[in-house]
Structure formats: structure tokens, C-alpha cells
């Protein structure tokens, strides 16, 4: 039996249950963010929340490099205050997204930040 997402939303509300928006999804170049998943080349990867953070910045940079002042201004700024040094918490970051998913997507420029390394006609 198939019910529509409205009419389980609207029954879910009726019993008092909190219903959240569906996760947007950010997808450019083959690469998908929903939520804290990553998919790529038919791989999915559950993210921390700072990961996905991190990688939906990249993603709405893309083909721009994200530029390390604005990753610790959104990673670390908010979360960390006073954390002692903020760079390599976002290289830490950075390097768990390269295991995960493949160290050739994501490129450093030197004395600018980090790039993604995508195809051209994967997404939006």
C-alpha cells in the first residue's frame, strides 16, 4: 500500500509528531549532498556534520575554490571559539572528505583554500 508523503505528513501531525522538510540536496559535477550523505560514482558516505558542512560549502563554490578564511569562518568560527588553531581543524576536515570519498576531488590552491575537481556535466 502506497501513501502519499502529504497525506503520512499530514496523519504524522495529526498525532502531534514534528515533520521536517525533506534535506535539500546540493549536486553539481556526479557529486550529491542530501543531508549528511555524499554520494559519488555510485558510492554513498555518511558525513559528520562538520564533513557535510564542509562539502556543501565546496559545493556552492564549485568551479570557484572555497577559500580557507570563509571554511574556518563557517566550520570553526560558530563551533570552535577560541579553538587554538583553526587551520588545521579545517585541513583535519578536509582530509577525512578526501578518504571518503576519493583524495582526487578535492584539490588545495595554494594561498586560496580548497577546489572541487569535477566533471562539467554532472549537476545544476
Known amino acids: 500500500m502506497h501513501v502519499p508523503a502529504e497525506q503520512l505528513a499530514a496523519a504524522l501531525r495529526h498525532?502531534?509528531?514534528?515533520?521536517?522538510?525533506?534535506?535539500?540536496?546540493?549536486?553539481?559535477?556526479?557529486?550529491?549532498?542530501?543531508?549528511r550523505v555524499a554520494s559519488y560514482e555510485g558510492r554513498e558516505v555518511l558525513l559528520t556534520l562538520h564533513q557535510a558542512r564542509l562539502l556543501a560549502l565546496l559545493l556552492a563554490a564549485w568551479p570557484d575554490p572555497l577559500r580557507s578564511a570563509d571554511a574556518?569562518?563557517?566550520?570553526?568560527?560558530?563551533?570552535?571559539?577560541?579553538?587554538?588553531?583553526?587551520?588545521?581543524?579545517?585541513?583535519?576536515?578536509?582530509a577525512?572528505?578526501?578518504?571518503?570519498?576519493?583524495?582526487?576531488?578535492?584539490?588545495?590552491?595554494?594561498?586560496?583554500g580548497y577546489v572541487l575537481v569535477l566533471g562539467i556535466g554532472g549537476g545544476p
Open 15 to 35: 498525532l502531534g509528531w514534528t515533520v521536517l522538510p525533506p534535506e535539500p540536496c546540493l549536486e553539481r559535477g556526479g557529486l550529491r549532498l542530501r543531508g
Open 72 to 94: 574556518r569562518e563557517a566550520l570553526v568560527g560558530p563551533v570552535w571559539e577560541g579553538l587554538q588553531n583553526p587551520a588545521s581543524a579545517v585541513r583535519n576536515h578536509v
Open 96 to 112: 577525512s572528505l578526501r578518504a571518503l570519498l576519493g583524495c582526487d576531488l578535492i584539490e588545495t590552491v595554494q594561498g586560496v
